[in-house]
């Protein structure tokens, strides 16, 4: 794949399509100031202006004395700006058609439309930020979920990119070491000097393993959590579903086998997206829809982490309970008995304190009794999830970097294993090099351009 043209000036409509109070169109590069000159009815030179002052203007119509709009027109010069270059960055009235007359004057101008994530790679190449900084750019534009939100924001301060360049410049000084050693190979390299090279790298590793294990955290804030409610027909999935979004989502009737498709909401829990499925009572049925119903139950089952799993507490027997359970042994799961506002005092008691074990939250999906307790505890899971990660928000959430700090890790390893064998400090040079390569790819310091045109391919134009 080949990167656009970084020496031509480019344009876009930088605000989502469709009406708005304003419309944002950006214009960078080079000739970034030529164009606006060109754009507006009243003689100006914004390249004689000050940097970061806003210009009330009118843009030009297509016949003399008319105009297309009454514009703000904002100038950055170069290189105090997002991308690094000249910019002007034109509100307008938030009209698709505006927006698009305006667009084509510049380009008429001379500018070039810009490709998706255009403006971002211009800032990565001139040296604004680095590739994972402009990877949060993205990030935080479809972030779903406060955590995720605040992950993709601190690393695009920069400071995630600060811990993993102070971890290669660490490497790169044990590196600088074993070069020392190299000059000298008749000299056997003494044991304090070794033990303590050993722990360097012990430090670095440490530091790298919890920054992949943050990735397990990391993925679910990306991703969201996906919660399939499950259990036998009339249990009071549908129910407990419409109670938890506190909306008539799903149809409930009286009548077992209602639910027969999945249907899906998300809500925010701890600033983390769960997605809740409601899903087709479980049971053996001759109905081809409704078995086909509980083959998708099925599926959303192994695709789950986490499940909830109702029971009609007036009905359900615990040899049931449990036989359902035990089902379900490789995920966490959620116990809920429902239908409670049918049941005295003490027969609840009773039945939670036979499935004490299990942790059952008892509520009522038709009263709205409990579902705080549930809504609670799923919480709690998502905490204890968060708890493993460290507690400077050094979290990895993109795939491309937990590759990335696995290669690193496992070429550190396999240093520390020579060295431990004595190995020569070539083969050791070399290994550590890899680990080095390794966290500056993530940093983009060492890339190349289908790796570049992937990533930006991903960005929305005007970004
Ligand atoms: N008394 C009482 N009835 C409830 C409660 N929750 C659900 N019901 C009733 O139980 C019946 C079944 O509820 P649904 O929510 O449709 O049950 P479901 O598990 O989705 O059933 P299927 O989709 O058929 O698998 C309906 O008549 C509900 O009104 C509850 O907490 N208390
Ligand atoms: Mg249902």
């Known amino acids: 794949m080949r990167l656009p043209d970084s020496g031509e000036t480019i344009v876009a409509i930088s605000t989502p399509p469709g009406y708005g109070g304003i419309g944002v169109i950006r214009i960078s590069g080079n000739r970034a100031f030529a164009v606006a000159n060109e754009l507006v009815s009243e003689r100006r030179d914004f390249g004689e202006v000050k940097s970061h002052t806003i210009h009330h203007c009118y843009i030009k119509g297509s016949l003399r004395r008319t105009f297309t709009d009454e514009v703000l027109l904002a100038v950055f010069v170069a290189p105090n700006s997002y991308t690094g270059e000249n910019v002007v960055e034109i509100s307008a009235h938030g009209n698709p058609q505006i927006l698009k007359q305006i667009v084509e004057m510049t380009i008429n101008a001379g500018a070039r439309q810009a490709t998706p994530g255009e403006f971002t790679l211009r800032a990565f190449q001139n040296g604004r930020i680095d590739l994972l900084q402009a990877e949060a750019v993205a990030d935080l534009i479809a972030a779903e979920g406060t955590a995720f939100q605040q992950a993709a924001v601190y690393q695009l301060s920069g400071r995630l990119s600060e811990y993993i360049g102070n971890l290669r410049n660490e490497l790169v000084e044990i590196g600088a070491l074993f070069e020392a050693y190299t000059d000298f190979p008749d000299e056997e390299i003494p044991r304090q000097e070794k033990s303590e090279l050993l722990g360097k790298i012990d430090t670095i590793t440490g530091k790298l393993s919890r920054l992949a294990e943050s990735y397990r955290h990391g993925e679910v804030l990306r991703s969201g959590l996906q919660v399939p409610i499950v259990g036998p027909p009339n249990a009071g999935k549908s129910s407990l579903f419409n109670a938890i979004l506190a909306e008539e989502r799903a149809i409930v009737t009286e009548i077992p086998g209602t639910t027969r498709d999945t249907i899906a909401e998300k809500i925010d829990i701890n600033g983390i997206v769960v997605r809740f499925v409601d899903t087709a009572g479980m049971r053996e049925t001759d109905d081809h829809i409704e078995a086909a119903g509980v ?84 919480g709690e899971l998502i905490v204890t999830a968060t708890a493993t990660i460290s507690s400077d928000n050094n979290v990895i959430t993109n795939q491309r970097h937990h590759r990335a700090v696995l290669a690193a890790l496992d070429s550190l390893t396999s240093v520390r294993q020579k060295l431990e064998q004595d190995e020569s400090f070539e083969l050791l040079a070399f290994d550590l090099h890899q680990s080095v390569e390794a966290l500056e790819e993530i940093l983009g310091k060492v890339t190349n351009d289908d790796l570049l045109a992937e990533i930006f391919s991903r960005f929305c134009i005007g970004k």
């Open 295 to 378: 083959e998708r139950s099925k599926r959303e089952i192994e695709a789950a982490g986490l499940v909830v799993a109702v029971f009609d507490a007036t009905k359900a027997t615990v040899t049931e309970i449990r036989e359902f359970l035990s089902k379900l042994t490789d995920r966490q799961v959620i116990l809920v008995l429902n239908k409670i506002d049918l049941l005295t005092g003490f027969q609840i008691a009773d039945l939670e304190s036979e499935l004490d074990a299990t942790r059952p939250i008892v509520v009522s999906a038709k009263e709205l009794k409990g579902i705080d307790n549930l809504l609670k505890r799923i």
